[in-house]
T-cell receptor, first 114, second 116 residues
Framework: DSGVTQTPKHLITATGQRVTLRCSPR?????VYWYQQSLDQGLQFLIQ???????AKGNILERFSAQQFPDLHSELNLSSLELGDSALYFC?????????????FGPGTRLTVT | AQKITQTQPGMFVQEKEAVTLDCTYD???????LFWYKQPSSGEMIFLIY??????QNATEGRYSLNFQKARKSANLVISASQLGDSAMYFC?????????????FGQGTRLTINP
């Protein structure tokens, strides 16, 4: 158990809908990262938050947004969902903004868009 | 941009044998970090081992060791005395620092199957 929790574990929804994925980092970790794993794109970095502030953006679509709350949990919002958004979404956390910190991953949320 | 290459899509190994999973990387940074993660069929990503570019010794964690050859830009994972539970996808990743923030860049992965 990495100490990172993600809910829900599975999510099935229809095209055009909006969903929210939730992540709680390991105790004491200030950084939260979101990654998307799909069959065609592999594992891709989406966005990083550090202590409530956005720090880095990767290949995140404009239909997707995220935030990190004062208690350090984070939410990833996916809207106007398309079939191609079906993927495994991971949250990871680490101890700081920059440094050789290992990123510990949560169990992931498997999103299926029908 | 940094790039990670894993050239072995799949590997089959007999139980108790040692196995080496290949990883090469490309970066112009002087300071960088390399990671290996295991993803079993259940889907979670499990951190295995980390190697910093300035670490003089190869990293080891139990049955896992990292064969770090800086000049060749390779960071191969060695699993000694393989077990059936080692069957999984294995990902090599590099830490990329962008304007004070960091992300991981992953390779495409190697699917390891341990045969009894």
């Amino acid at each position: 158990d990495s100490g990172v929790t993600q809910t829900p574990k599975h999510l099935i929804t229809a095209t055009g809908q909006r969903v929210t994925l939730r992540c709680s980092p390991r105790s004491g970790d200030l950084s939260v990262y979101w990654y998307q794993q799909s069959l065609d794109q592999g594992l891709q970095f989406l966005i990083q938050y550090y202590n409530g502030e956005e720090r880095a953006k990767g290949n995140i679509l404009e239909r997707f947004s995220a935030q990190q709350f004062p208690d350090l949990h984070s939410e990833l919002n996916l809207s106007s969902l398309e079939l191609g958004d079906s993927a495994l979404y991971f949250c990871a956390s680490s101890g700081g903004g920059v440094g050789p910190y290992e990123q510990y991953f949560g169990p992931g949320t498997r999103l299926t868009v029908t | 941009a940094q790039k990670i290459t894993q050239t072995q899509p799949g590997m089959f190994v007999q139980e108790k044998e040692a196995v080496t999973l290949d990883c090469t990387y490309d970066t112009s940074d002087q300071s960088y970090g390399l990671f290996w993660y295991k993803q079993p069929s259940s889907g979670e990503m499990i951190f295995l081992i980390y190697q910093g570019s300035y670490d003089e010794q190869n990293a080891t964690e139990g049955r896992y060791s990292l064969n770090f050859q800086k000049a060749r830009k390779s960071a191969n994972l060695v699993i000694s005395a393989s077990q059936l539970g080692d069957s999984a996808m294995y990902f090599c990743a590099m830490r990329e620092v962008i304007q004070g923030a960091q992300k991981l860049v992953f390779g495409q992965g190697t699917r390891l199957t341990i045969n009894p």
